[in-house]
């Protein structure tokens, strides 16, 4: 996307990706911006369950059954412990890889 409907989308939407430790994945598109999220995200890993009220459905991820979150655009507020900035991934995550 280009002008200014990409800089609109970008503020005001948050993608989120949940990774579980089945191999399976799940992507959610949020009606919040970066900085709505980042403020409610220490709380939510929190919680048992993440409930997403979706048009058709609602959708209700046990927390405990996830392995990794991905979140973009990025949070780059996030500060403290166990959080390092300016990091580059080299490779992906590989399941099953042989040696």
Known sequence: MKGSFAKYSQ???TEVTFYYLDGN?????????VK????QLQELLKQPWI???L???TVCICTEKVMK???KPPINQMQGG???PNSQRITALQRNASR
Do not use: K, W
């Not at 994945?25 to 911006?33: A, I």
């Open 11 to 13: 503020e005001s939407n």
């Open 25 to 33: 994945t799940e992507r959610f598109s949020l009606q919040v911006n």
């Open 36 to 39: 709505q999220f980042q403020a």
């Open 51 to 53: 409930t997403f009220h």
């Open 55 to 57: 048009m058709d459905q």
């Open 69 to 71: 979150i991905e979140i």
């Open 82 to 84: 166990g959080v390092f």
